[in-house]
């Protein structure tokens, strides 16, 4: 079956440094592949997605390229901000008709001022 | 469009009652999915409806859950004899056709 794995949190880091949240999937056939944020007290938020092989999504300076060889979708941002605090969800989705979801664990970001 | 929403946002109940969610999607959105979050991990898929028929349920979903769909617009999801296992963050999205999912704010239960 589908199943996303990202690593293991937290992650904490000053403002204005690199990111990178790692994600690898199995699926069968071409998902497509998310990334979901929950920001504190808040609901999960689509940030950013990609529908095929070597498409890159992007969103508010964060990217993630769709990497089938590797089956990785790693999250990156150049500068991070205090304001990016939250939960990061990897995602695939279903290639039925149903497109259901199936999300990693979690992992939670700390930027410090 | 005011989202998808969730009511209520948080329920305390003791083992045994049996507790009801309500899930209001966006409007025309034709696809509705429920969803359990525990502490620590990311959703797992429970169900998921088109329009007013119930089309899959996760094995997650034992006989003492059910959900409906009646009008096709909002969704009831109700546990019997809740055990505190059941204690999770429940969240619906809805989705224009297979579009990406819009999540609602969640219904935090706690079975005491």
């Known amino acids: 079956g589908n199943s996303v794995t990202q690593m293991e949190g937290p992650v904490t880091l000053s403002e204005e440094a690199f990111l990178t949240i790692n994600c690898t999937y199995t699926a069968t056939g071409y998902p497509s592949l998310f990334w979901y944020v929950q920001y504190p007290g808040e609901g999960l938020q689509l940030l950013l997605k990609a529908t095929k092989a070597d498409d890159k999504g992007s969103n508010k300076g964060f990217e993630a390229t769709y990497r089938k060889e590797t089956t990785s979708f790693h999250l990156e941002k150049g500068s991070v901000q205090v304001s990016d605090s939250a939960v990061y969800f990897c995602?695939?989705?279903?290639?039925?008709?149903?497109?259901?979801?199936?999300f990693g664990k979690g992992i939670t970001l700390s930027v410090r001022p | 469009d005011t989202g998808v929403s969730q009511d209520p946002r948080h329920k305390i109940t003791k083992r045994g009652q049996n507790v009801t969610f309500r899930c209001d999607p966006i409007s025309e959105h034709n696809r509705l999915y429920w969803y359990r979050q525990t502490l620590g991990q990311g959703p797992e898929f429970l169900t998921y409806?088109?329009?007013?028929?119930?089309?899959?349920k996760s094995r997650l979903l034992s006989d003492r859950f059910s959900a409906e769909r009646p009008k096709g617009s909002f969704s009831t999801l109700e546990i019997q004899r809740t055990e505190q296992g059941d204690s999770a963050m429940y969240l619906c999205a809805s989705s224009p056709g297979q579009g990406i999912g819009y999540f609602g704010p969640g219904t935090r239960l706690t079975v005491t």
């Open positions: 995602a695939l989705g279903d290639t039925g008709a149903n497109s259901k979801l199936t």
């Open positions: 409806f088109q329009n007013e028929a119930q089309l899959e």
